[in-house]
Nanobody, 129 residues
Framework: VQLQASGGGLVRSGGSLRLSCAISGFRNADLDDYAIGWFRQAPGTTYEGVSGISSGDDTMFYADSVKGRFTISREIAKNTVALQANTLTPENTAVHYC????????????????????WGQGTQVTVSS
């Protein structure tokens, strides 16, 4: 399974970005058979879960810091998972990664990086004040 994240960039505080994760290489499975997570890593920090969507029932999870501002969505026809990020602040500045796993994840487990098997390269999000 291969993942490619895109959509990052430089925006001013209060602006928006739409991150996209293109996923390919499924074996006897479809996109909705995978849980997909978005993570970020700021310089000098570890991976932090931002949002995730579970396999099967598409339950969505968000870190408290982004609730009400970010929306994750699965686009089956395009084999992508998007993360709409609104009202960005400088604290959102980080490299953002998407990850996938065929495992059934529930609750807070969906935003735990150790639960994911496949990772894409990151896309840089920079928010200026």
């Amino acid at each position: 399974v291969q993942l490619q994240a895109s959509g990052g960039g430089l925006v001013r505080s209060g602006g928006s970005l739409r991150l996209s994760c293109a996923i390919s290489g499924f074996r006897n499975a479809d996109l909705d058979d995978y849980a997909i997570g978005w993570f970020r890593q700021a310089p000098g920090t570890t991976y932090e879960g931002v949002s995730g969507i579970s396999s099967g029932d598409d339950t969505m999870f968000y870190a408290d810091s982004v609730k009400g501002r970010f929306t994750i969505s699965r686009e089956i026809a395009k084999n992508t998972v998007a993360l709409q990020a609104n009202t960005l602040t400088p604290e959102n500045t980080a490299v953002h990664y998407c990850a996938a796993t065929p495992r059934w994840l529930v609750g807070g487990g969906i935003t735990k990086p150790d639960n994911y098997d496949y990772w894409g390269q990151g896309t840089q999000v920079t928010v200026s004040s």
